[in-house]
């Protein structure tokens, strides 16, 4: 009977740190979160930085069109013009890219970090349900070992 008593709380003791270990996993991953959230706002933070930038840039290509369009043939510097009408629409296609980029990264990663708060969600789940078991049979065993034998066996 000892034996059996030992053998169990060795389990119920292994269950408690597997139960510990999914806790500190789930504080690892709540941690992962929080910082994919913190490298989501940053990234949106750029996107709008981006995006001012870009309709800056378009005030000017809007602007150097207009000149372009008055200037054509008269003013020596509207090929000037042209090229850098040209450069800022390259500096505006590469803008929107990299926010897009910047875009489909934070989703990714945010993600990951719902996936992996709901691995360690189930896991934990797993492991109380374990304990809870291991406690009900260790009560239920406890009952049968205190409950008086009956008059055929003695």
Do not use: N, W, Y
């Amino acid at each position: 009977m000892t034996s059996q008593f030992e053998t169990r709380r060795d389990r119920l003791v292994e269950l408690e740190k597997g139960l510990f270990a999914a806790g500190e996993a789930a504080k690892a991953a709540e941690a992962r979160a929080a910082a994919a959230k913190a490298e989501v706002a940053e990234t949106i933070a750029k996107l709008a930085e981006t995006e001012a930038r870009a309709t800056a840039l378009q005030g000017k290509l809007d602007q150097l069109a207009t000149a372009d369009v008055a200037d054509r043939g008269s003013d020596p510097g509207a090929r000037r013009g042209a090229g850098q009408g040209r450069d800022l629409r390259e500096a505006r296609r590469r803008g929107e890219r990299r926010a897009t980029d910047s875009e489909q990264r934070a989703s990714a990663a945010d993600t990951m970090a719902k996936a992996m708060a709901k691995d360690v969600a189930e896991a934990l789940r797993r492991a109380a349900d374990a304990i809870r078991r291991r406690r009900a049979c260790t009560a239920t065993s406890r009952t049968r070992s205190s409950a008086p034998t009956s008059p055929r066996h003695a």
